[in-house]
């Protein structure tokens, strides 16, 4: 773990980010000021701490804050996600707890990147595995998310819930329970708890699999593997996954299957041909 920089590289960051707010922006009169932005006095109100508490923290005295206290700076800072993690690192050397943001779209330019991958099914999914973005090829391999309403276009769901998707898998006990175990890890990450809660009391309720899976507290976390799929037009085939943090929404997975095996590509790029034409 780094090491929490020293206290003057705090207070240079955040006496920098308040000169550059405008005062009128938060109901502040302007007036005649001796330096740009806010006052110290002006963010220790907005943050509700104590104007001398706020002083000695730009000027590294008086230790370090609680989270809790730092969270609030940052707010009526109104510092940005980067802004807020940077903060975060400077004071503790770690970067704050993620917080969940639910969504259920991406940019053009991240679906460019899905669309760029011919013949390797891609997908994003949330902390929560609700798929929110795809490629044509896990269209044809995986599953057409788009036939599918929001809702039950969710990982879990989907292998708890539905046959056709519990069927094509090889081995679905092993698959099930590894999408646990990760699902476990990614909205404790995530700080998703409430959210999620939601939906393992349903899929509890819906799934005595899942309710023992859930029950047993195991985690894993889900980087790379083999899936192996009984597609009902190829047969069987064998997939890589690898899975991406997107930069600046921990939330957010981007799971890339390639090929595992020379017969699983053949198979599979023929298909995807095929489909194309």
């Known amino acids: 773990m780094a ?23 938060f109901g502040f009169m302007a007036g005649r000021r001796r330096t740009p932005g806010l006052r110290r006095e002006e963010v220790a109100q907005l943050a509700s701490i104590s104007p001398t ?22 707010s009526g800072l109104m510092l940005t996600e980067p802004e807020r993690e940077h903060l975060f690192l400077l004071a503790f050397g770690h970067p704050p ?31 929560l595995w609700d798929v929110v973005a795809w490629n044509p090829a896990a269209t044809a391999i995986l599953m057409d998310y788009a036939r599918l309403a929001p809702p039950q276009r969710n990982v879990l ?13 090889e081995d679905w ?23 999620a809660m939601v939906l393992v009391e349903e899929l509890s309720a819906a799934s005595p699999e899942f ?46 299957f390639n090929p595992a095996t020379p017969e699983s590509r053949k198979a599979i790029e023929h298909h995807l041909m095929q489909k194309a034409d």
């Open 53 to 74: 508490w706020y002083t000695w923290l730009e000027q590294g005295r008086g230790g370090s804050p609680s989270r809790e206290v730092l969270s609030r700076i940052a």
């Open 157 to 169: 769901r989907l292998l708890f819930t539905d046959e056709r998707a519990r069927n094509v898998q």
């Open 97 to 127: 707890e993620h917080r969940y943001q639910p969504t259920e779209s991406i940019t053009p330019r991240l679906q460019g990147v899905l669309d760029a991958l011919p013949y390797s099914p891609a997908i994003i999914k949330t902390a």
């Open 211 to 256: 309710d023992a899976f859930w029950r047993s507290n195991d985690v894993t976390h889900h980087t790379e593997g083999i899936k192996r799929l009984r597609h009902p037009a190829l047969g069987l085939i064998a997939l890589e996954f690898s899975t991406f943090v997107l930069d600046g929404r921990p939330d957010l997975q981007l799971l890339v």
């Open 3 to 25: 090491k929490p920089a020293v206290p003057n590289d705090l207070g240079n960051f955040l006496r920098n980010r308040r000169m550059r707010l405008d005062p009128a922006t």
């Open 173 to 195: 006990n092993s698959m099930a329970r590894f999408v646990v175990n990760a699902f476990r890890a990614d909205v404790t990450r995530a700080g998703s708890s409430d959210e």
